[in-house]
């Protein structure tokens, strides 16, 4: 196995060529490498087991008629994990990608508690950054894309993406957590203080910071919600899109029920509508941050996740918690 270190020499390498190459304009045009960007590597992976709600797709408000670009369909075969960290991000975050692996999303941190980490992308329309994504991926195996379009509207389709494959690929993991890449996670209270390896594995759980709010009408809001899409006065109780954990058994309710719900930009919003049709009340658990909480050892210890925290951040945050175990509040 190369080291990490030289495969991301490597890697940075790589990908500044294909830039460089993609800028000099010795190319195909443009429409020609956004065609191609993805046809001319070996065959794409598809999916191996059956599609269970391919019978679905035809006839619904939200067939989620996607495919996966890149996959990892073996990733849960030879171990169910105790947890699988879904990581909502972009083409262009891989310092906040490394600075997880690195960190809270390191697969090896708890030895035989097993920890399954998996970035969340579609696809780009710019093709060097499709390419730098499928060179990382081929690096450390950790990322997911489906051919839709990746944008900040399609986020629901990101997150849609993660319910579908733990269903398809990974149905008897533990618990499952969707986050961002600009979030920091206290992985030793989340696995031992919230979810417990040595205790009952929960059924139909889904916890979070809950919000109890209603739809934003101004346009200039990023939560602008126009009324034709969601014409009622209030949302039903959601968990902020910033990090919520449900156990494995959710991720098929979610992805059905969705598929019978029409479609909502708003991520969290749209989670918390597929709960109520479930019937499922999320709960509200405090050490959820959905806001930013400047550093400091005892107050980072008692809480689950903390939201804007820069690569550099998480790096330092992890580096001084895990140096001072030892130490008491
Ligand atoms: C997929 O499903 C079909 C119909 O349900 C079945 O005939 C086929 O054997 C299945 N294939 C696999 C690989 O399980
Ligand atoms: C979301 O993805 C779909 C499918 O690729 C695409 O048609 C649509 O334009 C995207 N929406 C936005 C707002 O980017």
């Not at 200039?220 to 449900?246: E, I």
């Not at 597929?274 to 809480?303: E, M, V």
């Amino acid at each position: 196995m190369p080291s990490k270190v030289s495969c991301l020499y490597l890697l940075t390498v790589v990908c500044w060529a294909s830039a460089l190459w993609y800028l000099s304009g010795s190319r195909p045009s443009t429409a020609y490498v956004g065609q191609m960007s993805f046809s001319v590597r070996k065959p794409l992976p598809r999916l191996t087991k059956n599609d269970s709600f391919s019978n679905i797709r035809t006839h619904s408000l939200n067939p989620h008629n996607f495919n996966f670009l890149i996959n990892e369909p073996q990733k849960c075969e030879s171990t169910t994990p105790f947890l699988v960290l879904l990581i909502s991000t972009n083409h262009k975050e891989f310092d906040a990608r490394q600075a997880i692996r690195e960190t809270w999303g390191d697969e090896n941190t708890f030895g035989d508690i097993h920890i399954l980490t998996l970035f969340l992308l579609g696809f780009s329309p710019e093709p060097v950054l499709n390419r730098m994504v499928e060179q990382e991926s081929q690096i450390f195996h950790d990322i997911l894309v489906e051919d839709f379009v990746d944008s900040y509207h399609n986020l629901t389709l990101k997150t849609l993406m993660g319910m579908r494959w733990v269903s398809l690929f990974c149905p008897h993991a533990q618990y499952v957590m969707k986050t961002d890449s600009d979030i920091f996670v206290n992985m030793d209270n989340l696995v031992f203080n919230l979810l417990r390896p040595n205790s009952k594995p929960r059924r139909r759980f889904f916890t979070g910071h809950v919000i109890h709010g209603g739809p934003i009408r101004d346009v200039h809001s990023k939560w602008f919600m126009p009324r034709d899409k969601y014409p009622d006065t209030r949302y039903p109780p959601f968990c902020s899109g910033t990090g919520y954990v449900f156990s494995g058994d959710m991720a098929e309710l979610l992805f059905k029920t969705s598929q019978h719900t029409r479609l909502l930009h708003l991520e969290d919003v749209y989670v918390g509508l597929c709960l109520r049709k479930l019937g499922i009340h999320p709960a509200q658990n405090n050490g959820f941050n959905h806001w930013k909480i400047s550093y400091s050892l005892c107050r980072y210890r008692k809480l689950l996740t903390v939201h804007q925290i820069s690569p550099e951040e998480i790096l330092k945050i992890w580096t001084d918690m895990s140096s001072k175990k030892h130490l008491k509040c």
